[in-house]
């Protein structure tokens, strides 16, 4: 059974990076693409990006181009999502998705990584 | 604003049906044969119900089916039970990345 287990729940401040993990198992890490979505409180779900850990290639959504980096340690069978100059806009639950490739669909998720950004 | 149009609220009655609507464009829901549907329960993870417009994942009841026609994909649920109350996001595949509905909560009455 494929699990996504992230990392725990970060408080940080405003303008500082937040990097948050996602270790998968169960399954063969490098075949799918990992994507990042997430959702503000009492908000609706939102693309960040992806990643094909076999090829090492990440691409994002506009809105987060230059502020986002996803990467992946095939090594490990983890995922990394790192976003920087937090605003309090920033304040979501974070999750991780194994994503199906051309068909975009996410059958598996972590159990999200709430981020609280706060001076 | 989301991409994709859902109505915020739906509601129906144990043994009811409701359809739930998705509406995009010819470059997300129209263009391509990847909508998928996933369902969220408070303080949980969204699950997947539905993708590639209608087909269900093993596990997931067959009392949820998924349509599409024109830039308007639809979640049907029939035989309503209690546990189906949540909230439902349709989703698309564009050619430069994945969006989301604005998210329909569904209440069982």
């Known amino acids: 059974q494929v699990q996504l287990v992230q990392s725990g729940a970060e408080v940080k401040k405003p303008g500082s990076s937040v990097k948050v993990s996602c270790k998968a198992s169960?399954?063969?890490?490098?075949?799918?693409?990992i994507s990042w979505v997430r959702q503000a409180p009492g908000q609706g779900l939102e693309w960040m990006g992806r990643?094909?850990?076999?090829?090492?290639?990440?691409n994002y959504a506009q809105k987060f181009q230059g502020r986002v980096t996803i990467t992946a340690d095939k090594s490990t069978s983890t995922a990394y999502m790192e976003l920087s100059s937090l605003r309090s806009e920033d304040t979501a639950v974070y999750y991780c998705?194994?994503?199906?490739?051309?068909?975009?669909?996410?059958?598996?998720w972590g159990q999200g990584t709430l981020v609280t950004v706060s001076s | 604003q989301s991409a994709l149009t859902q109505p915020a609220s739906v509601s129906g009655s144990p043994g009811q049906s409701i359809t739930i609507s998705c509406t995009g464009t010819s470059s997300d829901v129209g263009g391509y044969n990847y909508v998928s549907w996933y369902q969220q329960h408070p303080g949980k993870a969204p699950k997947l119900m539905i993708y590639?417009?209608?087909n269900r994942p093993s596990g997931v009841s067959n009392r949820f089916s998924g349509s599409k026609s024109g830039n308007t994909a639809s979640l049907t649920i029939s035989g309503l039970q209690a546990e189906d109350e949540a909230d439902y996001y349709c989703?698309?595949?564009?050619?430069?990345?994945?969006?989301f509905g604005g998210g329909t909560k569904l209440t069982v009455l």
């Open positions: 989703s698309s595949y564009t050619s430069s990345s994945t969006e």
């Open positions: 990643i094909i850990p076999i090829l090492g290639i990440a």
């Open positions: 590639e417009v209608s």
């Open positions: 998705a194994r994503d199906g490739g051309v068909t975009r669909t996410f059958d598996y």
């Open positions: 169960g399954g063969t890490f490098s075949s799918y693409a």
